[in-house]
């Protein structure tokens, strides 16, 4: 198996938390499912996401120079499909209820947490685009499970006594 092929493999059994990326560029909304986002400090408070250079996103994400990453619930698993499948591009922001925070990003009322960013910085790094937010506003919402990804596939944490 090619090196790649056994990392996205492998990448596949890393349970992750599932965060809608959104931003507002040209008066127009933009939103895109993504795992890839970390913590980087509390000091300032800054986060990062990672956005394949081929998302239809990508673009309007970097021009914006903002962005909100909302950490969807358990309870948001289709929102998590809808804006997972392009076909449905033109009516992603049909599902849910949203609001906008500081930079103006779409936020989805609801989710467990969201971040509102301002782009502090950006690198490419082989297919991506790391973008570091700055955040701007924070909105605990649920406290209900988290949404997480694997092996294709939404789901939640199981709970150990």
């Given at each position: 198996m090619p090196q790649s092929e056994a990392?996205?493999?492998?990448?596949?059994r890393l349970a992750a938390g599932v965060s809608l990326i959104t931003t507002t560029y040209d008066n127009q909304?933009?939103?895109?499912?993504?795992?890839?986002?970390t913590s980087v400090c509390a000091e300032p408070p800054t986060l990062l996401i990672?956005?394949?250079?081929t998302?239809?996103?990508h673009d309007h994400l970097t021009r914006a120079g903002h962005f909100c990453v909302n950490v969807l619930s358990v309870g948001?698993?289709?929102?998590?499909?809808?804006f997972a499948t392009p076909k449905n591009r033109e009516t992603r922001f049909e599902l849910g209820s949203w609001v906008q925070m500081q930079t103006g990003s779409p936020v989805l009322q609801g989710a467990c947490v969201s971040f509102d960013c301002k782009t502090s910085h950006e690198m490419t790094q082989g297919t991506?685009?790391?973008l570091f937010g700055q955040i701007q506003d924070v909105w605990l919402q649920?406290?209900?499970?988290?949404?997480?990804?694997h092996d294709g596939r939404f789901s939640t944490l199981a709970k150990i006594a």
């Open positions: 990392f996205t493999a492998g990448m596949r909304r933009y939103g895109l499912i993504a795992t890839a986002v990672c956005v394949n250079r998302a239809s996103i948001q698993a289709d929102i998590a499909t809808r991506h685009t790391v649920d406290m209900s499970q988290p949404l997480t990804y």
